[in-house]
């Protein structure tokens, strides 16, 4: 457990002022009422016909609702995320289409008029940056780029053999197809995607509270040789939303307790109003795969800019679902700093977002936490109180106990 007043991090996030406390505390309540459960199934959907392709589909359904979380891996690693207001609403894909040059139509949620929200995130690009003639401090690009590694290029496993129910999760896992300097001949990059039937908060760090509106993607980057001693690594994400207006990267004040190792912020991407969407990560990555203060390292998120779609590789379930005119917007992900510590420790990096519609879950305080607020915030009270009683009474009660000339 870190100490919840605060220390700061290396990179500079302090204790919260009185104000976040108090913020917090009136969150606190509000953040217990999200007990919605969903009934959660995931499913590969296979083309019989064809060459089997990773198209994995999460339908969480609730009592009125249903959300749909599709992930692939053909082109670039995508998911889709379509809100809807019927429990019974159902995917359906057309492999013909969704196989073809023009995949526009491919993949739909019916009944059509039941979609509430729906936007995609597609990861385009693995950055590797030079971070060795760098100064410790946060320079944008990190470095001098090495070429990028395009993750349209990349082969991925069956992801039916990672499917777990038990965890309702799936591992993505793949390497460039195209590998000359053996880079990746031990390593891979893998998505790990987790969903959920009900609100908690995993073991491992991040430890970001999730909801069963949320979809959990863990990001990790294992055994790849990097092509310098001090190598920075960063992923590239476009994005689709509802409208053309990108979403902007949000900061918010979160507490370090027993449940996440410091004071730091907790970053998130909000589309419009609601019934909206939302990507919401701890600017942290670790190093590790137990990870923890000593692995952390910060997470730097670029402002999304708009950027016209045949500048980005084609993701076909993108295309299917949304149609080929559409505005998308890209930022960038950077972890670590050259000052360390980086991927050069052990060769792993892994980084954790969660994906979902509606309000974003807000971190309530742990009930040690609010037990030691409650006896740090009472026990001044008390001392006034206490104070204040004996300067009404003290007089009296002195002349009370006045021994008797
Ligand atoms: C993936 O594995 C499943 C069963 O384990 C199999 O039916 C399917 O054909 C495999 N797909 C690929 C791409 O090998
Ligand atoms: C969904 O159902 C709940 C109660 O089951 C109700 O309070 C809520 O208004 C419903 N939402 C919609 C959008 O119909
Ligand atoms: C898939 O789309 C093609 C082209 O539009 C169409 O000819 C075919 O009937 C569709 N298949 C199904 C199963 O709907
Ligand atoms: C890095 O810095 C060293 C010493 O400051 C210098 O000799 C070297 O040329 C620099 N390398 C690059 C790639 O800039
Ligand atoms: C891959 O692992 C093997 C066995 O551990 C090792 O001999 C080899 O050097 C490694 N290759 C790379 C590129 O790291
Ligand atoms: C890495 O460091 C070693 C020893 O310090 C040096 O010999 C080597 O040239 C460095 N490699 C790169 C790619 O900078
Ligand atoms: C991400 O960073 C790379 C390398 O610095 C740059 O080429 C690219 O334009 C950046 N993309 C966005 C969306 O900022």
């Known amino acids: 457990m870190g100490s919840w007043e605060g220390s700061c991090w290396g990179w500079g996030r302090c204790a919260p002022g009185p104000l976040l406390l108090l913020s917090l505390l009136w969150a606190a309540p509000f953040a217990l009422l999200g007990e919605e459960t969903r009934q959660v199934s995931l499913e590969v959907i296979s083309d019989w016909a064809g060459p089997p392709e990773n198209l994995l589909h999460i339908r969480a359904v609730g009592t009125n609702s249903t959300l749909h979380y599709v992930w692939s891996t053909l082109g670039p690693p995508a998911v889709l995320l379509v809100a809807t207001n019927t429990p019974h609403s159902a995917l359906s894909v057309n492999w013909s289409l969704l196989l073809s040059s023009e995949p526009d139509?491919?993949?739909?949620?019916?009944?059509?008029?039941?979609?509430?929200?729906?936007?995609?995130?597609?990861?385009?690009?693995?950055?590797?940056?030079?971070?060795?003639?760098?100064?410790?401090?946060?320079?944008?690009?990190?470095?001098?780029?090495?070429?990028?590694?395009l993750l349209a290029k990349f082969s991925w496993n069956n992801v039916t053999g990672s499917l777990d129910p038990a965890t309702l999760s799936a591992t993505f896992q793949g390497h460039p197809i195209r590998d000359p300097t053996g880079a990746f001949t031990n390593g891979s990059l893998t998505f790990r995607v987790q969903a959920f039937p009900r609100s908690g908060r995993p073991t491992q760090p991040p430890r970001l509270l999730h909801t069963a509106d949320t979809c959990q993607l863990e990001v990790a980057l294992v055994g790849a040789s990097p092509r310098g001693n001090r190598s920075l690594f960063g992923l590239e994400v476009a994005m689709l939303g509802p409208g053309p207006a990108c979403p902007s990267v949000q900061g918010q004040s979160s507490i370090d307790d027993e449940y996440a190792p410091a004071v730091f912020q907790l970053d998130q991407l909000l589309w419009g109003s609601l019934p909206s969407g939302f990507v919401q990560w701890r600017p942290v990555a670790f190093s590790q795969k137990q990870g923890g203060r000593e692995s952390a390292l910060p997470c730097h998120a670029s402002p999304p800019y708009p950027t016209l779609a045949y500048l980005l590789p084609q993701s076909p379930i993108v295309r299917a679902f949304f149609g080929s005119q559409n505005d998308f917007c890209a930022f960038n992900l950077t972890f670590g700093t050259p000052a360390g510590p980086g991927y050069w420790d052990h060769h792993y990096l892994s980084w954790s977002a969660l994906l979902g519609v509606g309000a974003?879950?807000?971190?309530?305080?742990?009930?040690?936490?609010?037990?030691?607020?409650?006896?740090?915030?009472?026990?001044?009270?008390?001392?006034?109180?206490?104070?204040?009683?004996?300067?009404?009474?003290?007089?009296?009660?002195?002349?009370?106990y006045q021994p008797i000339n």
């Open 360 to 400: 974003p879950p807000v971190d309530a305080l742990s009930p040690l936490v609010l037990g030691i607020m409650a006896v740090a915030l009472g026990a001044p009270a008390l001392l006034l109180l206490v104070g204040g009683l004996f300067l009404l009474l003290g007089p009296k009660g002195y002349s009370e």
């Open 105 to 149: 139509g491919g993949l739909m949620v019916l009944p059509k008029d039941s979609v509430q929200f729906s936007s995609a995130l597609v990861f385009t690009r693995l950055f590797e940056f030079d971070g060795t003639n760098t100064s410790g401090t946060a320079t944008k690009p990190p470095g001098k780029p090495y070429p990028p590694y």
